[in-house]
């Protein structure tokens, strides 16, 4: 394990496990880049075929953390009370507090998105000197939004498993991920407006397209936590499951992710993320190409020999 992210590849799955129970898995700025550099890494290894991401404990991830301690340059804030990821106070003198029915640990320290890790107008910045306008966005573009994107452009299918809490930007780090198992214990809370903040990492482009305008602004305007039931009605989630057979299902659901057609899905996985963007001509267009190019590969040469020998296909990814 490394800066609060285990990980391990296991039958070309890569196990991507946030290992900080005692925050709820609150990611701090390195656990953050430790994501995005391995989701970078699984597009490019051959050995790898599909992605696994899940939390340790009660929490999948509570947002971001401060008392992490910041890296790559980020600023951070001057003192202030600690909080839960789904809207908990945890009080200074210790103990455990609720919020929305979850219970804290005194020592989690999340708070929804990276802004909070932008210093405050009185707050030390490298170099001297107040913070200034840009700071914000560059802390954003460079951060959250690129843990999103890495997701999202990850060229292996990338499967969450929420195991719990996942609120503020660990509940788009869920719902960035192609396809989402939630236990029956997990929820999703879109915490930002709780602290007058607008949503940040990606929650505003990919809550739309997943619950659709209407349901995204409810989710957005009230905070509201949503059990794992309702997620999946609203279209946020695949399946749930009981707890205690969240990991084999996962397991299970890679297993098949891993043996398929590599390159075929993640042309897939591009053609329709592309579509909510583009019109119907460059959709059309961009299957095209999709299709030229997969035709070139191994496992699209070995379907077809499957199909005409009346066999089950064996797909090696490549």
């Keep these: 394990?490394?800066?609060?992210?285990?990980?391990?590849?296991?039958?070309?799955?890569?196990?991507?496990?946030?290992?900080?129970?005692?925050?709820?898995?609150?990611?701090?700025?390195?656990?953050?880049?430790?994501?995005?550099?391995?989701?970078?890494?699984?597009?490019?290894?051959?050995?790898?075929?599909a992605v696994v991401l899940t939390g340790t404990g009660r929490g999948f991830c509570a947002g971001a953390d401060l008392r992490g301690g910041a890296g790559?340059?980020?600023?951070?804030?001057?003192d202030g009370a600690p909080e839960t990821g789904d809207g908990a106070r945890v009080p200074s003198g210790g103990g455990r507090t609720t919020g929305d029915g979850a219970r804290a640990e005194k020592d989690a320290a999340p708070v929804p998105g990276d802004r909070a890790q932008v210093a405050t107008d009185t707050a030390p910045v490298p170099g001297g000197g107040a913070r200034v306008a840009g700071d914000v966005a560059r802390v954003l573009r460079l951060g959250a939004q690129r843990?999103?994107?890495?997701?999202?452009?990850?060229?292996?299918?990338?499967?969450?498993?929420?195991?719990?809490?996942?609120a503020g930007l660990g509940a788009h780090l869920?719902?960035?991920?192609?396809?989402?198992?939630?236990?029956?214990?997990?929820?999703?809370?879109?915490?930002?407006?709780?602290?007058?903040?607008?949503?940040?990492?990606?929650?505003?482009?990919?809550?739309?397209?997943?619950?659709?305008?209407?349901?995204?602004?409810?989710?957005?305007?009230?905070?509201?936590?949503?059990?794992?039931?309702?997620?999946?009605r609203l279209g946020l989630v695949n399946l749930v499951v009981p707890d205690a057979e969240l990991a084999a299902t996962a397991h299970a659901w890679a297993a098949r992710l891993?043996?398929?057609?590599?390159?075929?899905?993640?042309?897939?996985?591009?053609?329709?993320?592309?579509?909510?963007?583009d019109g119907r001509s460059a959709a059309f267009a961009a299957e095209s190409w999709a299709q030229e190019i997969n035709m070139t590969t191994r496992d699209a040469q070995e379907g077809l020999r499957a199909f005409t020998e009346r066999r089950a296909p064996h797909f090696d990814g490549r």
């Excluded at 891993?258 to 963007?277: H, Y």
């Design 72 to 78: 790559g340059g980020e600023r951070v804030p001057g």
């Design 1 to 49: 394990m490394t800066g609060g992210v285990r990980h391990e590849v296991r039958d070309g799955v890569s196990y991507l496990t946030l290992d900080r129970p005692e925050a709820l898995n609150a990611l701090t700025p390195d656990m953050r880049e430790r994501l995005t550099g391995l989701l970078t890494r699984a597009s490019a290894d051959p050995a790898v075929r």
């Design 258 to 277: 891993a043996s398929g057609p590599t390159r075929a899905l993640a042309l897939t996985k591009q053609l329709v993320n592309a579509s909510l963007e």
């Design 174 to 232: 869920a719902l960035a991920c192609d396809l989402v198992l939630a236990a029956e214990s997990a929820r999703f809370i879109e915490v930002f407006v709780r602290r007058g903040l607008v949503p940040d990492g990606g929650g505003a482009y990919l809550l739309p397209r997943l619950a659709g305008p209407h349901r995204a602004k409810e989710l957005m305007f009230f905070g509201d936590a949503v059990e794992a039931a309702r997620a999946e």
């Design 147 to 166: 843990l999103i994107a890495a997701v999202l452009d990850c060229e292996k299918p990338v499967l969450a498993a929420v195991n719990g809490t996942a």
